[in-house]
């Protein structure tokens, strides 16, 4: 069964940048991965994908420019994946609860991590 647990979050100034992890336990084979937010009373939505082969990365227009993901290797010895999503030039607008996930979102949702971009 897979597990996502995204980390890294945290309270930053306007302007600043921050890397948010996704720790992915179990088998996580053949789809790429996507990043989701959600803030208070709006629904969540999808903010940056990137395909199996890691080579596509496509973000939404909002985050265009200022938001990008990358990954590590895959860990065998603990069958983990990791990825992140590297922000740049934080809003107040990108405050959210992030999320990871598969693009058609198939796996459990994991707690999230907050984002809190103060001006």
């Known amino acids: 069964q897979v597990q996502l647990v995204e980390s890294v979050g945290g309270l930053v100034q306007v302007g600043a940048s921050l890397a948010l992890r996704c720790t992915i336990t179990?088998?996580?084979?053949?789809?790429?991965l996507s990043w989701y937010r959600q803030s208070p009373g709006s629904e969540r939505e999808r903010v940056a994908s990137?395909?199996?082969?890691?080579?596509?990365?496509?973000?939404?227009?909002?985050v265009k420019g200022r938001f990008t993901m990358d990954r590590d290797t895959y860990d065998r010895d603990r069958s983990t994946s990791t990825y992140y999503l590297r922000m740049t030039a934080l809003k107040p607008e990108d405050t959210a609860v992030y999320y990871c996930?598969?693009?058609?979102?198939?796996?459990?949702w994991g707690p999230g991590t907050q984002v809190t971009v103060s001006s």
């Open positions: 996930n598969r693009p058609d979102a198939r796996e459990n």
């Open positions: 179990g088998p996580f084979r053949g789809l790429g």
């Open positions: 990137m395909d199996w082969g890691g080579m596509n990365i496509d973000c939404v227009d909002s």
